[in-house]
């Protein structure tokens, strides 16, 4: 049985006259893994670029993942292959099979596997097609209540405008869950981004196609391993607060707040997507009316619910204190995330700022990105920026960009920039 407890880390001291609350929510989910949805509430898509580009070794390497991919995929979830160009194709089940998705077993996957060496490359990229044909499959399943994709590529979005793009990503926000791969250095991160914010998965770089058939085998693996479909994190604030904004700040940086949906006047919900047996972080903030000195008030209750049922609660509490020892103590917790949120944003800022040609903006972000990743302890974010600027004083954040950078590195360094380290505790 699936238990989920939470833990709420904050300094509740505020002075007089103070108004805003800020908490770090640590939720944890043990034995979620074994609470999987029973058979048939589980359906997997993989998404493979077909375009021109891929011709060689990253179609070849695609081919391969994918079906390393379709055995990890446990038998009895439904599933299907994608091949995307300009225009996406079911590749398995076959075109004429009378079923869009069809529920994995032994001669199933064999199928699936030769179907995908049947793959060829042609014409362009248009990765609203593929995401709306993978809704449309979806649409087929509706009692498998998680539903998770892949989807690759290697190049940019060039057959559509952005805005058909964009467009596509609204319309299936909320329906399914996508991880987006990218393989090599012609394709946009931001595209990307664009696509696994809004389906509440994450976008990474795969530098060669020898890498693909791992990261495919970690992500199949993750989404089978999960337990949970769909969770939602709520927040009640008294009435009269205000909910500033609510993020996830590990394991990845998410924006969360522009997604609340009401569950009464006085709480909101925000979606989580899928849970396996793992811990994430939320920074929630709330702005209260300031109380006389010596009052205590309960400034948010936050929650995690499943099917409507709340699963664990974690109380935000404000007192308010004239004793400066108290109030301007500092959370480490909310400090430490309060600066990853900052460093995620500073490291894309410069990058783009960079690609525009506009190297003093570029200087003074990333030269921030080196502090913010000093003080916080992230050193992997270190890393990659030595290979983006030299570091003159990373205490202060003097740095130099460094000139003909390889642009798998900045790729590099800015799809890592929502990954964030774990507060010490």
């Known amino acids: 049985m699936?238990?989920?407890?939470?833990?709420?880390?904050?300094?509740?001291?505020?002075?007089?006259?103070?108004?805003?609350?800020?908490?770090?929510?640590?939720?944890?989910?043990?034995?979620?893994?074994?609470?999987?949805?029973?058979?048939?509430?589980?359906?997997?898509?993989i998404m493979i670029d077909t375009s021109g580009s891929m011709n060689g070794r990253n179609l070849d390497a695609a081919k391969h993942a994918a079906q390393v991919a379709?055995?990890?995929?446990?038998?009895?979830?439904?599933?299907?292959?994608?091949?995307?160009?300009?225009?996406?194709?079911?590749?398995?089940?076959?075109?004429?099979?009378?079923?869009?998705?069809?529920?994995?077993?032994?001669?199933?996957?064999?199928?699936a596997k030769r179907a995908i060496t049947t793959l060829l490359p042609s014409g362009g990229t248009a990765m609203s097609t593929w995401?709306?044909?993978?809704?449309?499959l979806f649409a087929t399943v509706p009692h498998a209540s998680q539903r998770h994709a892949i989807l690759l590529t290697d190049g940019k979005n060039e057959s559509e405008p952005r805005a058909a793009l964009s467009a596509v990503v609204r319309q299936v926000t909320g329906h399914f869950q996508c991880d987006a791969r990218g393989v090599g250095a012609s394709w946009q991160v931001d595209e990307l981004r664009e696509i696994s914010t809004a389906l509440l998965g994450t976008v990474d770089l795969i530098a060669s196609p020898e890498d693909i058939a791992a990261d495919f085998q970690a992500l199949v693996q993750q989404s089978m391993s999960k337990g949970v479909a769909d969770a939602e994190l709520r927040v009640w604030a008294p009435q009269g607060a205000q909910v500033l904004f609510v993020r996830q700040v590990s394991p990845t940086v998410e924006e969360l707040t522009a997604r609340r949906t009401e569950v009464n006047p006085l709480t909101g919900a925000y979606p989580t997507g899928s849970w396996g047996d793992e811990s994430r972080d939320y920074h929630v903030a709330v702005r209260v009316a300031s109380k006389p000195v010596g009052t205590e008030q309960l400034a948010a209750r936050v929650q995690l619910a499943v099917g409507?049922?709340?699963?664990?609660?974690?109380?935000v509490k404000a007192r308010w204190s004239d004793d400066d020892a108290l109030t301007a103590r500092l959370s480490p917790e909310v400090a430490h995330y309060t600066g990853q949120a900052e460093l995620a944003s500073v490291i894309q800022e410069g990058l783009a700022a960079k690609a525009a040609g506009d190297e003093a903006t570029a200087t003074v972000k990333l030269g921030r990105a080196?502090?913010?990743?000093?003080?916080?302890?992230?050193?992997?974010?270190?890393?990659?920026?030595?290979?983006?600027?030299?570091?003159?004083?990373?205490?202060?954040?003097?740095?130099?960009?460094?000139?003909?950078?390889?642009?798998l590195d900045e790729m590099a360094l800015d799809t890592a920039s929502t990954k964030t380290t774990r507060v010490r505790r």
Do not use: C, K
């Open 2 to 45: 699936a238990v989920f407890t939470a833990e709420v880390f904050q300094n509740e001291f505020l002075p007089a006259g103070g108004t805003d609350v800020h908490a770090i929510v640590t939720v944890t989910g043990s034995d979620v893994g074994s609470a999987r949805t029973a058979s048939g509430g589980v359906a997997e898509i």
């Open 70 to 111: 379709v055995d990890q995929i446990v038998d009895g979830t439904w599933f299907a292959i994608i091949g995307g160009s300009h225009v996406a194709q079911r590749l398995f089940p076959y075109p004429n099979a009378p079923r869009d998705m069809v529920q994995m077993e032994p001669a199933a996957r064999a199928e």
């Open 131 to 136: 995401l709306a044909l993978a809704d449309r």
């Open 308 to 315: 409507g049922q709340v699963l664990t609660s974690g109380l």
């Open 370 to 407: 080196v502090q913010l990743a000093q003080q916080t302890g992230n050193e992997e974010a270190t890393s990659r920026l030595r290979r983006v600027v030299e570091i003159d004083d990373p205490d202060q954040g003097t740095v130099r960009l460094r000139r003909n950078t390889d642009r």
